[in-house]
Structure formats: C-alpha cells, structure tokens
C-alpha cells in the first residue's frame, strides 16, 4: 500500500542546533514528495517539494531536504533551528493519483 | 486575502444533528480537495472535484457524508446524523490543474474544527 512514515514524533531543540526529520515512502512506482510545515494556530503551508531532477531541493526559512530513492526517504534538514520554527511539519507523496498522502506529523519544540 | 477559505472555523454540535461546511478555493484554481485530519495523525484524503465533477471519493467518507461543488467554484461538505467519531479538523486544499510542476502542489485554508457532544 502507498504510505509515508515519519520516525520522530516529537523533537526538542535549543536554538542554533541541527534538525533532521526523518520521512520514509513506501514503493508504489513515480512518487512526488512533500514537507509541510503548520505553525501554531495557522493553515499548512508548503516548504518544499520534489518532482525530479536534483535529488537535493531548497525550500523556504532556510530548509532543505534531500530525496534518496535506494533508500526511499525525503528526510528534512536545517542547519541552524530558531525558535520560531517551532511548529508541526508533515511529510507527503502522491502516487499516481492527485491526493495525498501524508505521514502522521512531528511536533518540533525549539528553546530559546 | 486570495488564499483558501474555509466557514466555520469552528462549529460545535449534538450527535445526530447534520452539519455543512463551506470551502472557498484560490479563484484560478479547478481542484478542490477535503482532508480531516483527527489529534496525532496526519491530514487523511476524503474526496476531490475537477471543476463540478467528482473524481475520486476515499472509503472514509460513509453514506453520512456528501461533498458538492456546483459551479465549480465553493464546496460544501455536509455531515448527516453526526456521530462522537466525527469530531475532527476538515481542511480544503486547491490547486491549479495545468500542465507542469505547478499541477500537484496543493494549498491548504485554515479549515473547520468540528466537535461533536
């Protein structure tokens, strides 16, 4: 079956640390791929996306995410956290349909 | 505001009643999508419009529900003879369905918080 899974439900952070959330998707043929950001009290917003091409993509606020396919994983990555990237960041596919797929989220605390 | 829109944000109700929510898409944007999304999990797909069709509904949404889009601009999503299970978030997402990178990217309104008593 189509899935995606995240591994972290909940990450505590100080500012200036690191951060990678892990996002794993199930086989399932072409897989576009997604990393949702919902900050407190506001809609989901799109960081960043993969279609094709190069396997490492930038999205906004300084996020990146890197796709590797023998892996099956689009993992989120930030070099430096702030305090106001606190907030519930979701992992998505979409198959060969247009809905999608979403991993169940992981709450990320940053401290000051 | 040219973003997604979504009436009520929250609505609180007795099992049994029915209940309607309303979805705005961005005005350019011919996909319409519902989610709900319940404590913990991540948004699960229910059904999606091209234009007024409906294409594709999920085994999740039982005979209870129903979703329309008329004239292929607002949805609305009713909820029949509604049930504890019920409470959660519904979220409505558009997105264009031209060719190219731009069609899978779907945008997300605030959505509506249903509590059922």
């Known amino acids: 079956a189509q899935s995606v899974s995240q591994h972290n439900h909940h990450v505590i952070l100080s500012e200036a640390a690191s951060l990678e959330l892990g996002c794993n998707y199930s086989?399932?043929?072409?897989?576009?791929l997604f990393w949702y950001v919902q900050y407190p009290g506001q809609h989901l917003q799109l960081l960043l996306k993969?279609?094709?091409?190069?396997?490492l993509v930038k999205g906004i606020k300084g996020f990146e995410a890197e796709f590797i396919k023998s892996k099956f994983s689009f993992n989120l990555r930030k070099p430096s956290v702030q305090w106001s990237d606190t907030a519930e960041y979701f992992c998505?596919?979409?198959?060969?349909?247009?809905?999608?797929?979403f991993g169940t989220g992981t709450r990320l605390q940053v401290f000051p | 505001d040219t973003g997604v829109s979504q009436d009520p944000r929250h609505k609180i109700t007795k099992r049994g009643q029915n209940v309607t929510f309303r979805c705005d898409p961005i005005?350019?944007?011919?996909?319409l999508y519902w989610y709900r999304q319940t404590l913990g999990q991540g948004p699960e797909f229910l059904t999606y419009?091209?234009?007024?069709?409906?294409?594709?509904k999920s085994r999740l949404l039982s005979d209870r529900f129903s979703a329309e889009r008329p004239k292929g601009s607002f949805s609305t999503l009713e909820i029949q003879r509604t049930e504890q299970g019920d409470s959660a978030m519904y979220l409505c997402?558009?997105?264009?369905?031209?060719?190219?990178?731009?069609?899978?990217?779907?945008?997300f309104g605030a959505g509506t918080r249903l509590s059922v008593l």
């Open positions: 997402a558009s997105s264009p369905s031209r060719a190219g990178s731009a069609k899978n990217i779907q945008y």
């Open positions: 086989y399932g043929g072409t897989v576009n």
């Open positions: 993969y279609f094709s091409g190069d396997p």
């Open positions: 998505a596919g979409i198959y060969n349909t247009d809905k999608l797929i």
């Open positions: 005005s350019e944007h011919n996909r």
């Open positions: 419009f091209q234009n007024e069709a409906q294409l594709e």
